[in-house]
């Protein structure tokens, strides 16, 4: 099976204050769209299980344990990609993720 990472944070950078992770609007949906994910790549039968960030958005951590990584609006420009390879990450418009709308995501992991 196939991992994918919903990265919901910034990467953490030097002087900047812990606090800010670029999602402010968004902060308590991270949950509830791994949830959306979850239940329909297991209806399209996709060998694909969406989890929820644990590195803090280190892209070398992301990158031994994920082969996509889905990021939240907001993080273009905040995520620090690193080595991970940018056709391997989706980024989420604003409407498709308050709305919970995963079609586009589902579609993007299914075509890996």
């Given at each position: 099976?196939?991992?994918a990472a919903l990265v919901?944070?910034?990467?953490?950078m030097?002087?900047?204050?812990?606090l800010?992770?670029?999602?402010?609007t968004?902060?308590?949906?991270?949950?509830k769209i791994?949830?959306?994910?979850?239940?329909q790549?297991?209806?399209q039968?996709?060998?694909?299980?969406v989890?929820?960030?644990?590195?803090e958005?280190d892209?070398?951590?992301?990158?031994?344990e994920n082969?996509a990584l889905l990021?939240v609006?907001g993080?273009?420009?905040?995520?620090?990609?690193?080595?991970?390879?940018a056709?391997n990450?989706?980024?989420?418009d604003s409407l498709d993720?308050?709305n919970?709308?995963?079609?586009?995501a589902?579609?993007?992991l299914?075509?890996?």
């Amino acid at each position: 099976m196939k991992t994918a990472a919903l990265v919901y944070q910034s990467t953490p950078m030097l002087g900047a204050s812990p606090l800010a992770t670029g999602n402010i609007t968004g902060m308590f949906k991270q949950k509830k769209i791994v949830a959306a994910l979850n239940q329909q790549l297991q209806q399209q039968g996709l060998e694909w299980q969406v989890n929820l960030d644990q590195f803090e958005a280190d892209s070398q951590q992301l990158m031994q344990e994920n082969q996509a990584l889905l990021c939240v609006p907001g993080l273009q420009k905040q995520f620090d990609l690193g080595a991970f390879d940018a056709q391997n990450i989706f980024y989420f418009d604003s409407l498709d993720y308050y709305n919970l709308d995963v079609k586009k995501a589902v579609s993007f992991l299914a075509a890996r």
